[in-house]
């Protein structure tokens, strides 16, 4: 049974919003299935609190807005977070990390160790390339996903 | 002075895609119009043109998340007519399996994540407590239904079609691969809880109906005619058959249609409000030839599901109303007796030993250059129709999505709930959601339906004759 999830989500149709899954992509044949699982999703829905909720640890992949967080394109920014301590939610159907874990600490009474690793983006328009500054950080994300999931699987 | 104003609803919220609504008030601050726009526009007719035909069906998956597998069918049935093949026993079944199990899992977001805020809750509930979070507060099994329901629908769909959003799968001629005995043994073995949770989640769902008598005797409840395709004993079915049509009575209007000309009885009316397009039954005429579609017209249409424990509720659903059920209140009722019948039939095709056959696609060149190909989706029905030059390019596509065949109806809809809840010239949070619980009967899809862009963001606006803002409530 893995004890580490990785969870990469982000439109892989919508050039640096498949950052994520470029990720999930280079870390497979570098990482145990019998100690890492890794899902490519689209977005967060309630039914992941399902599935965090066997796991030690989780690591949540995305790509983020330059504009929202003033993140520099291709700054990676890494951020621990867990259930029980986000803001009241806005959707029902999509939810943030955060929320996906509250709902699989209410449901399941569940508290996996839980880390968001970004990489501010570019260009999310329409294609299936990833624009440079993103190209050249996807080598630094795997890496630090790499760690996390030793820090998380010792 | 009194003066005439706008209520602005931006958009309208825990439904799928993007729309407004606005209710034109008179000079006593009573509702006398109201309009549902849908501000999304779709491409996907254009976008088309040029692609080989067989890409079709991998292309229209796209056009929607939650419903890709309904998408999926009605193209590859319309390709299957280019082709001009019948597809295999076997293909035709699995194709069955794979709608059924989007079914379960559509509706279930439609009631569990989307609708169950209000039906547990309330209407008049804080809204930022309308959600899952608040759900699971108030009723934990519940909402742990909701999930193990939906991941149910989803984990067939990944297993027959390697995954759970925008498979591609089924092709023109059938489905690309068969399904494998241990596949087959992990659904049927997942079966008996998703039938205990849809058989409570039934009970539970008509404990309470008696709470909403008011939204029941105005939620869309007035008189329309109801489209759904049925088989050919007039049985519930989500995969093919013919076209039926009964008025509010429960007379029937129109039988034994046949779904690839549609156009002979649909009409499409574009409004310049909204982007979604109208339809109406041509001999009607517009805006006469009103009609609804989806879980409640189905079981309007249909004389029987065909599965023990659906007609036996089928029975039931029946006995609301001597006439066809009219308030779209029941949608909702429908919808779970939906998935009743949906988990019957899954159990009924899986154990049939021509399931798991090797023979499950038909090859061939293009033998028409012209096909329509129909279904059932969650929503309704649903129409592709495509022509393709002697090359197999797309020269022409029309789409016709459920939710169009029912915009007529939720327009209504709208008008009715603000006429008898929206007074005044003072908004309030359960006024609101009572004008946007209506829509989420119908389960609106947006993204289907049009094409998304753009942010969800709630605002409601009381406008003057002169464009002055009277009063504004906004939900970020």
């Keep these: 049974m893995p004890r580490v999830l990785i969870v990469a989500y982000g439109n892989p149709l919508r050039c640096d919003d498949g950052i994520a899954w470029r ?108 624009s440079a500054p993103v190209a050249s950080a996807l080598p630094e994300l795997v890496a630090r996903i790499e760690h996390l999931i030793k820090q998380s699987n010792p | ?238 995969y093919g058959g013919k076209l039926r049509i009964v008025d509010a009575s429960g007379h029937v209007v129109a039988d034994d249609l046949d779904p690839t000309n549609y156009d002979d009885y649909i009409g499409e009316k574009v409004e310049p409000w909204s982007y979604l397009k109208s339809t109406y039954y041509k001999p009607k005429g517009f805006p006469d030839g009103v009609y609804r579609v989806g879980p409640l017209a189905r079981l309007n249409v249909a004389d029987r599901c065909g599965t023990p424990r659906a007609d036996q509720e089928l029975a039931e659903f029946h006995e609301l109303q001597r006439t066809a059920v009219l308030s779209s209140f029941h949608y909702h009722h429908a919808r779970l007796i939906e998935i009743l019948y949906c988990i019957e039939r899954l159990e009924s095709l899986l154990n049939d030993p021509e399931i798991l056959s090797k023979h499950v696609r038909a090859v061939a060149r293009p033998n028409a250059l012209e096909g329509v190909g129909a279904c059932e989706a969650p929503r309704g029905t649903l129409f592709h129709h495509y022509k393709i030059d002697e090359q197999g390019l797309i020269r022409w596509v029309n789409l016709i999505i459920a939710t169009g065949h029912n915009n007529l109806a939720m327009n209504r809809s709208v008008l009715q709930v603000a006429k008898h809840f929206v007074h005044g010239r003072r908004l309030t949070p359960g006024m609101l959601n009572r004008v946007e619980a209506v829509i989420r009967c119908y389960d609106p899809c947006l993204s289907c339906s049009t094409h998304a862009v753009g942010q969800m963001r709630l605002q409601v606006q009381l406008i003057g004759p002169e464009g002055e803002v009277l009063d504004e409530v906004a939900r970020a």
């Design chain 1, 23 to 130: 990720a999930a992509d280079a870390l497979a044949p570098k990482v145990s299935a019998s100690e890492v699982e890794i899902l490519r999703l689209h977005q967060l829905t309630p039914e992941l609190a399902d599935t965090v909720r066997i796991f030690h640890a989780v690591i949540f992949v995305d790509a983020a807005s330059c504009d929202r967080s003033q993140n520099k394109p291709g700054m990676i920014r890494l951020e621990e977070i867990r259930g029980g301590t986000s803001e009241p939610a806005r959707f029902s159907h999509v939810l943030s990390p955060k929320k996906v874990l509250d709902l699989a600490l209410q449901l399941y009474g569940a508290s996996p160790s839980a880390f968001v690793i970004t990489v501010a983006g570019k260009n999310f328009g329409h294609g299936d390339s990833l």
């Design chain 2, 1 to 238: 002075m009194k003066q005439e104003s706008t209520i602005v609803i931006d958009p309208v919220t825990r439904i799928e895609g993007h729309s407004k609504i606005t209710l034109h008030l008179n000079e006593d601050g009573r509702v006398e119009d109201a309009r549902f726009h849908v501000t999304q526009f779709r491409g996907f007719e254009k976008l088309c043109e040029g692609r080989p035909f067989y890409e079709m069906p991998s292309l229209m998956a796209r056009i929607c998340g939650i419903c890709p597998v309904s998408h999926l069918i009605a193209s590859a049935k319309a390709c299957d007519s280019l082709l001009a093949v019948r597809i295999p026993p076997t293909a035709d079944k699995l194709r069955r399996v794979f709608g059924l199990a989007q079914v379960t899992q559509s509706h279930a977001l439609s009631l569990f994540h989307l609708s169950s805020p209000d039906l547990l809750l309330g209407m008049d509930a804080d809204p930022t407590k309308s959600n899952i979070f608040g759900v699971a507060e108030a009723n934990k099994e519940l909402a742990l239904d909701g999930i193990r329901l939906r991941q149910f629908g989803q984990k067939i769909i990944e297993r027959l079609g390697g995954k759970r959003i925008h498979p591609a799968w089924v092709v023109p001629g059938g489905v690309s691969e068969p399904l494998t005995e241990a596949n087959r043994d992990a659904i049927l073995e997942a079966l008996p809880e998703a039938l205990a949770i849809a058989e409570r989640t039934l009970e539970w769902f008509k404990s309470i109906m008696e709470r909403f008598r008011e939204e029941i005797s105005t939620f869309g409840n007035f008189p329309t005619m109801f489209m759904g395709i049925v088989k050919k004993d007039n049985g519930l079915t989500f």
